[in-house]
């Protein structure tokens, strides 16, 4: 650039210099008058002014990483300021306590027909619900099961026997017992019963004999159940969508049995486009549903007409479980188990990923093309997730790494129909309840027969 002299202006398309001129002096229009050369030297401060603000302004940009669905919490984590924290059921201790699991007899049916289509255990009595099915009739048992030093069998007695198979068995927070049944050969029914605690069993009485059963306001079949973690709410699925029913301790009548109607129960009814054959309470109010056509809607008791699609499972849903507060387990048919993030929403419609599976988080390496009926659990604080294969075997994943860790089968020939980790049975002090804080067992009922593995 020409040296500036002052009291000149040096023109850039003439390549000359000009003598700075007062405005009435210098020609109209002139770039060498008094006003213009000050008003060019104003713009171009302003301009190197803007540049290097330009240049030393830091630039925010969301990090590509958060967009992927396995580093994603790697990266916020970092973003944040957050220190990695050391996770017991990463570091590879639950794989390490898998492989010391050893199968201990539990319970066995008596029938040669006999099949345990559904099983829960109570943790604090270590007893057994189970629902039976053979060639003709259906039941739903309960079991005392033998403790280490007892070798007689575990004791058996029927809670009630209905019309149907029955679907699901769980156990609320109020200890309240929860059994759904089918529907296919007469109504499908929804029944309540009240257990006792590990100090009231009296001639192996783990029910307090009194029955609230429940119909649902149209034909349809019932598919599963599952109680909220802290309150008396109850989410059912059925061929229809789910119906939510709100326990109240003045339903219960002092009579061996009764019929209730669901409207006595302050509940509420979800349409769903789908049968929903799986449901997980994320918290008291928000559970996850998982439906034939692979579709996992989050719902809340709260907002029952808010609904969102939270993933796109590539196959029909039959079974979701939760890891934590913003992860769950999905497993279907077609061989697809996978890991899913919550955080990364399933993209709305009408966007053509709308219609494409979610993009998940893990995809673990399972066999079951077609049986709706394989039982599948998680137990978070081992990192262990455990899956039932078409082959009769249930197979076990570290839940962090997708890495087999072993295999196990139950006592008779048949499918896992359910599976379960709960506290282990040696871990109480009776040999019948468990302490919660104590080893968890998983629990692998096929065929006629259940069996636990504990350390």
């Not at 699609?309 to 279907?332: C, F, W, Y």
Request: aromatic residues 6%; charged residues 20%; proline residues 7%.
């Amino acid at each position: 650039m020409p040296r500036p002299i002052p009291g000149y202006y040096y023109d850039e398309e003439k390549k000359k210099y000009f003598k700075v001129l007062p405005h009435h002096v210098a020609p109209a229009g002139a770039a060498y008058s008094k006003e213009n050369v000050k008003k060019q030297a104003q713009d171009s401060k302003r301009k190197r002014e803007a540049n290097q603000d330009r240049s030393t302004r830091p630039r925010v940009q969301r990090s590509r990483v958060l967009q992927h669905a396995l580093a994603g919490r790697v990266g916020l984590e970092r973003e944040l300021g957050q220190a990695p924290r050391f996770d017991a059921s990463r570091s590879g201790a639950g794989e390490a306590y898998a492989s010391g699991l050893e199968g201990r007899h539990l319970l066995e049916l008596e029938g040669s027909e006999d099949e345990i289509t559904t099983f829960t255990r109570d943790p604090l009595t270590g007893g057994i619900f189970a629902g039976v099915k053979n060639s003709s009739t259906f039941s739903l048992v309960s079991a005392v099961p033998r403790t280490e030093a007892s070798a007689s069998p575990a004791r058996l007695r029927t809670v009630f026997a209905p019309q149907s198979a029955v679907t699901s068995v769980n156990i609320g927070p109020t200890r309240t017992l929860v059994s759904t049944c089918l529907g296919d050969r007469s109504e499908a029914t929804i029944n309540l019963t009240k257990l006792v605690g590990p100090d009231q069993i009296v001639d192996n009485w783990l029910d307090v004999g009194v029955h609230v059963i429940l119909r649902p306001h149209a034909r349809t079949s019932v598919w599963t159940s599952a109680c909220a973690p802290r309150s008396g709410t109850i989410a059912v699925g059925t061929g229809a969508g789910v119906i939510l029913i709100h326990e109240t301790p003045s339903a219960f009548a002092p009579q061996p049995a009764s019929l209730g109607s669901l409207s006595d129960w302050a509940n509420r009814s979800i349409p769903a486009p789908s049968d929903v054959l799986a449901i997980e309470f994320l918290t008291d109010a928000v559970f996850l549903a998982g439906m034939r056509d692979g579709a996992v809607e989050s719902l809340d008791t709260r907002e029952p007409r808010k609904r969102a699609l939270a993933i796109r499972h590539p196959s029909a849903v039959t079974h979701v479980r939760r890891v934590d507060e913003h992860r769950v387990v999905v497993n279907g048919l077609e061989s697809s188990l996978r890991l899913y993030d919550l955080r990364y929403a399933h993209p709305p419609s009408p966007r053509p990923a709308y219609l494409f599976p979610t993009q998940p988080v893990l995809v673990y390496e399972h066999v079951n093309e077609y049986q709706v009926s394989l039982g599948c659990d998680v137990d978070a604080d081992t990192g262990l997730l455990a899956a039932g294969r078409e082959d009769g075997s249930v197979q076990l994943f570290g839940l962090h790494t997708a890495r087999k860790v072993r295999a196990v089968r139950g006592a008779r020939a048949g499918l896992p129909s359910c599976v379960h980790f709960s506290p282990a049975t040696g871990a109480g002090q009776s040999g019948l309840g468990a302490d919660e804080r104590g080893p968890k067992g998983l629990f692998v009922g096929s065929g006629p027969a259940v069996q636990e593995f504990e350390w």
